[in-house]
C-alpha cells in the first residue's frame, strides 16, 4: 500500500510569490488533514477534510491559504501571496473513516520563502 | 495547547528497553491516548494508541495506568533506528465518524546509543 506522497519536496520561492502545495492520501482514505511546522514551533494543525468537504478550517492562519480537494481524492494547498512567516514544513495526512482511526503522516514540502 | 507533558530527551542503550512516560492528568473519559514519532527529515509516524486497556503491536507496547492518567511507550529492544522525537498526543473523536485533530507538543527526543 502506498503511503501519503506529497509533492514538492521543497519549494523556495521569493516573497509576494504563489505557491501550490500537493498532497496523495493513501487510497480510500475519506479524512485528509494539513499540518505545518514554522521554525522553532510546534507541529499545528491547519484543517480537516472529509471526502470534498472542509470539515474543521479552525487551523488556518489566514486567507492567503486556500485548501481544496475536488473530488475527494488528492488535495491543493495553496498559498497566495507568501509571506516570510509562512516558511516551514506543510505535512499532510490521512485516515479511515471510522472511530479513532490513526493518521499516517507525509514526509512534508520544505518550504522557504525568500 | 497539548494537553500531556514527557521529559524533554531520554537516552537509551541498543537492546535495552526504552521506556517513555507521558503524563496527561486532565484526560477524558472519552479520550484515546496516540504515540507517534518523528525521524529527522521524515513525516510523524504513527506508532500505537489505546483507551484504557494496554496495547502492544509490531512497533511497541503501550501500557496506560489505571486512572488513565499516565502511559508509558515501551520499544522492548531499541535499535539505533529508533532515535527520534516521540510525540504523546490526547486526542478526542470530534464527532461520529472518526475526526480526530492531533494536538502536538515537544515530545521527547530518545536518543539510542550502541
Redesign the interface.
Known sequence: EAG?TQFPSHSVIEKGQTVTLRCDPISGHD?L?W?RRVMGK????LL?F?KESK??ESGMPNNRFLAERTGGTYSTLKVQPAELEDSGVY?C?S??????????????TRLSIL | D?KTTQPTSMDCAEGRAANLPCNHSTISGNE?V?W?RQIH??????II?G?KNNETNEMASLIITEDRKSSTLILPHATLRDTAVYYCIV?V??????????????GTRLAVHP
Open positions: 501519503v479524512n488533514y499540518y510546534e507541529i499545528k494543525f480537516h472529509v470539515q474543521d505535512f495526512a485516515s479511515h473513516g471510522g472511530d479513532y482511526q490513526p493518521q499516517h503522516f507525509g514526509d512534508g | 497539548a484515546y496516540y507517534y527529515s521524515q513525516g510523524p509516524q504513527y494508541h483507551l486526542s473523536n470530534m464527532f461520529s465518524g472518526g475526526y480526530n485533530k492531533l494536538i502536538f507538543g515537544a
